[in-house]
């Protein structure tokens, strides 16, 4: 890989600390003004998240699959699987078709450890890929066989946080 644009590694942004989603946005902001095709599918959210409006001015395609509840880990609803599954689909079709430079799949972590999705399923779509397509993991908890095959893998701690003093979710900072 000698090109300064070669696409087509796999990312992987994990950890307990605060700044996995936000990292993948970054990137997308980034190669947005590079032209590059940018789609991000969000699993297990539907709250009201700053960057739905921003992503969409910068036209980057936004999929975002969940209920605006929480997922019990212990027993997911059939709506969480349900869910989660649709976002997979989606993420299936895209790479299918291959219309994307970048694919940011922003907590499919999350949905393999709570057990929504089956971690064949993201092992074939790394297998499926188009070469040259950059594909972005993000969550808590990511599974060992996906940091084996990654390109990439950065590890965000906690080392502080202001939710453990109390401080609640801020617009604009958490959300
Ligand atoms: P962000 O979306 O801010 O980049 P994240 O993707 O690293 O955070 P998630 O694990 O997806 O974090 O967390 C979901 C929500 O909880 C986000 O609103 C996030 O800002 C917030 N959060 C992240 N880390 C912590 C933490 N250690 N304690 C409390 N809340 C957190
Ligand atoms: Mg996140």
């Known amino acids: 890989m000698e090109k300064e644009d070669s696409l087509g590694l796999v990312q992987i942004y994990t950890g307990n600390g605060k700044g996995k989603t936000t990292a993948a946005l970054g990137l997308a902001v980034r190669a947005a003004g590079h032209n590059l095709k940018i789609a991000i599918i969000q699993f297990m959210k539907m ?13 980057i395609d936004l999929f975002r699959y969940g209920t605006s509840g929480f997922v019990d880990s212990k027993n997911p609803s059939p709506i969480d699987l349900e869910q989660a599954d649709k976002a997979l689909s989606k993420a299936e079709e895209l790479i299918e078709k291959g219309d994307y430079d970048i694919l940011i799949l922003d907590e499919v972590n999350v949905a393999l450890d ?7 399923r993201v092992i074939d779509l790394l297998d499926k890929k188009p070469d040259n397509l950059e ?8 599974p060992q066989e996906l940091i084996e095959r990654a390109h990439l893998v950065s590890v965000i701690d ?8 109390g401080i609640e979710a801020r617009k604009g900072i958490e959300f």
Not at 137 to 142: A, E, I, Q, V
Not at 159 to 165: A, D, G, V
């Open 135 to 142: 594909l972005v993991l993000t969550g808590r908890n990511c």
């Open 114 to 120: 709570f057990k929504l999705i089956p971690l064949k």
């Open 158 to 165: 906690e080392i502080k946080h202001p939710f453990q003093k």
């Open 47 to 59: 709250w009201d998240y700053g960057e739905v409006k921003s992503l969409r001015r910068l036209g």
